[in-house]
């Protein structure tokens, strides 16, 4: 165990390490004050967290038949990879650094998709889920954010269209 | 059991590779009050809102931190319950519902502190940032029903607005209250 341990050790201290890994991703989470949002803002149709679909407490029938689903995950990823080549006494490093985002409309269209814009529908969510996640390896770091959204589509007992 | 994550710890040691983070899922399953992530809400008999009846009295705002451990395999924090939170702050800001409900999440500093990562035990977290409007629906008779509309079709076409015959579109953008209602 202990060999393994000063084994492992040996790339940090010769600095081939995941130092750049590292220090890209810290920069990364340090310099992104703003998070992944998701949100529906200029969807018309009511997105529904929780069990209350009216003002007043009324609650959404639970057997309602769906008429349609929707579901989608908003990401924000970046990488960074780094990789050396010797050609006799020449060293060739390649580093390449991604990153994306999705638009944070990206939720309002799958639900204007699903629902057609109607006002005589509720989108139920199902589903919320949040996740960070970093990876980190001698020469290469990913780092992902991401909120993943589903539910239903159903028919809004008295709801105008 | 126990030598497998030996096994993982030195591996993950010995090649200085790691992987840490977390993830939670949003519920509020027991709030008392109608929570949209669109600008969308229903009124006591079932029509949509419309947007000159709608008055913002505050703003939610909900912070919470998410927690795994060994690789995001065990969900230390699996349900973030935000009911408690919407019913103290909607019933503080004296409001009816929260529409435009914004979920976001971050890393934390845990989550990139040099090589603990590579530690199975290393808690990873991911920060939870849910923000949202509270409104207060004013009654149709306060809030001059019989105004242009200010959003689409879909919501002015509540039982006591007007027919949408007789709201031009563009005097119904004019009154828009921001961008991102358009």
């Known amino acids: 165990m202990k060999t393994t341990l000063l084994r492992g050790l040996r790339p940090f201290a010769a600095g081939r390490a995941p130092l750049p890994s590292l220090l890209f991703l810290f920069t ?3 310099c992104t004050p703003e998070p992944n949002w998701v949100g529906a803002p200029r969807v018309p149709t009511p997105v529904l967290l929780g069990p209350v679909d ?25 990488s960074y990879s780094r990789s050396e080549t010797q050609v006799g006494t020449t060293v060739y490093v390649r580093e390449e650094r991604t990153a994306s985002r999705d638009g944070t409309g990206k939720l309002s269209v799958h639900l204007l998709r699903a629902a057609e814009g109607r006002g005589d529908r509720d989108a139920h969510v199902k589903s919320l889920d949040l996740s960070s996640f970093i990876l980190i390896t001698a020469s290469y770091g990913f780092s992902e954010l991401s909120v993943g959204v589903s539910g239903e589509i159903v028919p809004a007992k008295g709801g105008a269209r | 059991m126990r ?32 929570v949209s992530l669109s600008r969308a809400v229903r009124d006591r008999d079932g029509s949509l809102v419309p947007g000159e009846r709608r ?6 705002d909900e912070k919470r931190t ?32 929260i529409v435009n409900l914004r979920v976001g999440t971050l890393h934390c500093g845990l989550n990139v502190v040099p090589f603990l990562p590579a530690l199975p035990l290393w808690p990873g977290c991911a920060r939870v940032f849910v ?10 008779s306060t809030a001059g029903a019989a ?3 200010t959003l689409t079709g879909a919501e002015t076409a509540a039982p006591k607005a007007p027919a949408p015959a007789a709201r031009p579109a563009k005097a119904a953008e004019g009154k828009a209250p921001s961008g991102r209602w358009l």
Not at chain 2, 131 to 140: Q, S, Y
């Open chain 2, 3 to 34: 030598a497998s994550a030996l096994c993982a710890a030195a591996l993950a040691l010995s090649t200085g590779a790691g992987c840490v983070g977390a993830n939670t899922s949003v519920v509020a399953p027991d709030a008392h009050y109608p």
């Open chain 2, 66 to 97: 998410a927690w795994s451990m060994f690789y995001k395999l065990v969900r230390l924090t699996p349900k973030t319950d935000l009911s408690a939170s919407i019913d103290r702050q909607v019933k503080a800001a004296g409001g009816d519902a």
């Open chain 1, 54 to 78: 009216r003002v007043g407490g009324h609650r959404a029938d639970a057997g309602g038949k769906a008429v349609g689903q929707f579901g989608t995950s908003v990401d924000q990823t970046a």
């Open chain 2, 131 to 140: 923000r949202g409007d509270i409104v207060k629906v004013l009654p149709a």
């Open chain 1, 28 to 30: 990364l989470a340090a």
């Open chain 2, 55 to 60: 008055k913002v009295v505050g703003t939610f």
């Open chain 2, 147 to 149: 105004k242009a509309p």
